[in-house]
């Protein structure tokens, strides 16, 4: 009687445990953000069943054109704008998967998230690569790679004329490049498309 006393105990104990995991809790504390089943539905084992997000613990997810890519690493530091003030982070994660002509890059954010920080948020980030100091540069012109050597047309002290100068291209970020020769500090040049005065050395500005 004992033995068997026994076993409908551990049998009880079994079916208590079962029963008890038909309730579905999340492995962390926060809000719910969506649910992707319905009560009732039989789902197979690893089906995502909702989604839980801590709002104190919330990262980046920075969708960077692949070509934009070099450089990119772990451990470098970055700044998020989260449109309601700028929060310091660090790169933690990149896929190795591009998608789209994109790669995601997941940074950690370092500094005190804004009162209307929440999961999805759109946000805007950029992330420093290297720093360089006491440099020459300008904005970037709509050809010209780094490294390069291009013409651009360095405009008069007056505005009236534009000289075509030869200006050798060094490193790049997204907006800006650095002049490496052919420019000095207050140069003023024409950026735009000028492919169509290829064939001329100095031009006329109205």
């Not at 990119?72 to 998608?99: E, W």
């Amino acid at each position: 009687q004992e033995v068997a006393l026994s076993s409908s105990r551990a049998d009880y104990a079994t079916k208590k445990k079962q029963v008890d995991n038909l309730t579905i809790r999340a492995g962390i504390d926060g809000v719910l953000q969506e649910v992707d089943v319905e009560v009732g539905q039989r789902v197979a084992t690893g089906t995502i069943l909702a989604k839980v997000a801590d709002p104190k613990k919330l990262k980046a997810e920075l969708k960077i054109p692949e070509t934009q890519m070099k450089g990119v690493r772990v451990g470098l530091d970055a700044s998020i704008d989260t449109r309601n003030g700028i929060v310091p982070g660090r790169v933690i994660r990149i896929d190795p998967v591009a998608q789209n002509g994109t790669v995601i890059v997941d940074v950690g954010l370092l500094g005190a998230l804004p009162p209307d920080a929440r999961p999805e948020l759109s946000v805007d980030g950029t992330i420093e690569v290297d720093h360089l100091r006491n440099i020459v540069y300008v904005d970037r012109p709509v050809s010209g790679d780094e490294f390069t050597t291009i013409g651009l047309f360095k405009v008069d002290p007056d505005g009236k004329g534009a000289t075509r100068v030869n200006v050798k291209l060094g490193r790049a970020s997204v907006n800006t490049i650095e002049v490496l020769e052919g420019l000095n500090v207050g140069d003023r040049v024409i950026l735009s498309d000028m492919t169509r005065y290829d064939q001329y050395s100095r031009i006329r500005l109205n």
